[in-house]
Structures are given as structure tokens and as C-alpha cells.
């Protein structure tokens, strides 16, 4: 997937401290920036997710967000056309799951915004089943919500025999 042309654009020294790793990718034009946002990983060095280090207003842009574009759906990815997927494993892709997130990509003109406020320390969350007509893989959700959908898969698609399966087990345990 790498070009010449994406290694020249890869930034080479820090003089900028966004989460993106492209000259064209400054915080000054509103990418997220490492003052407002902590990459967290597990011990292996894994990312498990982004938090915020600041509050967030209700409805308030949070960051633009960068990709490749790809025809096809995968890991990081999110649909923003029926054919067009963006590739972002530095913000979007790396944000956690929730049924009631607190946050909403908007795929048209590539920002993030808060749909709650945040209050700093807060892991920032999607509703990955609203990311794509079709999931790269459906999954158990543990969002813990109330009305917690249980099971996540993309609206256009059938659900695996791996989660009717989490299902039943799960509704004989309830």
C-alpha cells in the first residue's frame, strides 16, 4: 500500500506533535495533536484506544481527520462512499466501541465531533456499526450500555453464526 510518493510525505522530524505522521498533517490546521489527545497501549505496546487529555463540549469539532482511500473494507477503516473506504489506523481506526458513543465521524468532510460532552481522561469512542455497510469483522460488544446491542456487525450484512451463537448464550444467561 505504500508509495514513493507517501514515503516523502512522511514526517521526519517532530516538529509538530500531531497523531499523524504527515508534513501536510499539522496541528495548526486542526489535526489531532498529542496535547489534546493520548495514544494508549497495552503492555505489549498494542494500541487499545485513544483517550481525551482535554474537555469536550457537546457538538464540538473535535479534530480533521487524514486517511488513505481504498476500495476496500478493512481493519482502520471507514466507509465514506459505496465504494470508498478511509484508511485511518492513527485517530478514527484506533478509537473504541460504545452503542452510545461519544463521538461521530463525519465522513464528508473528514472531521471529528463530540455528540457529548467529554470530559478530559475519557476514552473516545464510535459506534462501529455505523461505520460501514459491511464490518472488516463483526464482534462481541462490552460497552456496557443499558440497551447494549451485544453483538456488532455493519447494517448490510447477515449476522455470523459466531454471534447468533454469543447470542443465545448470552439471552440463556440473562
Known sequence: MKTRAMDKAIRTTPDDDCLYPFTTTLTAYGYPSTRDFEVVCDT??????????VAFDNRTLIARVFGYALGEC????LQISERIWLYDPWMCGQLQHACHPNTYVDTSYLELW????????????????????ALPRQFACTCGAPDCRGWIKGPHEQLSAEGRAFLEQRGRAN
Not at 44 to 53: V, W
Open 44 to 53: 505489549t505496546g498494542e494500541i487499545i484506544g485513544i483517550k481525551s487529555r
Open 74 to 77: 478493512r481493519q482502520h477503516t
Open 114 to 133: 463530540s455528540v457529548m460532552p467529554i470530559a478530559a481522561g475519557t476514552w473516545l469512542t464510535i459506534d462501529y456499526a455505523n461505520t460501514g455497510d
